[in-house]
């Protein structure tokens, strides 16, 4: 009974341990961040994490039209810190999906916008 009761403490502080240590992976920073309104196309689009992750794919898309898968070639390791060029000159909303295995293991996905505005 006590040796019972000794387990489940330790099972209950380990749960409790793992909760507060486990943080999935998420974007820190972006540029162009999350929201942003911009005047002119950016020449690049950077991801920053907040722990490793590979990427398996991100895409850009622009006013619900185009959809242009972005170039993960040269960097399929995990890490923090991508960046691809942007070659081209569309104004409206462009729309940011990324998918990739964290260094937990864990699949994450996500999501951000900016905007292209000539006015
Ligand atoms: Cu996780």
Redesign the pocket.
């Given at each position: 009974m006590k040796n019972a009761l000794k387990l489940l403490t330790i099972l209950v502080s380990l749960a409790c341990w793992t909760s507060t240590a486990?943080?999935?992976?998420k974007i820190l920073t972006s540029k162009p961040a999350n929201g942003t309104v911009l005047s002119l196309p950016p020449s690049e689009l950077a991801l920053e994490f907040a722990s490793e992750i590979r990427l398996a794919k991100v895409t850009l898309r622009i006013d619900d039209g185009k959809e242009i898968k972005l170039d993960l070639s040269e960097q399929k390791t995990f890490r923090t810190d991508f960046t691809f060029p942007i070659a081209f000159d569309d104004i409206g909303i462009f729309v940011v999906t990324w998918r990739g295995i964290?260094s937990?293991?864990?699949i994450?996905s996500g999501k951000l916008q900016f905007t292209v505005s000539s006015e």
């Open positions: 486990h943080a999935h992976t964290g937990d293991g864990h994450r």
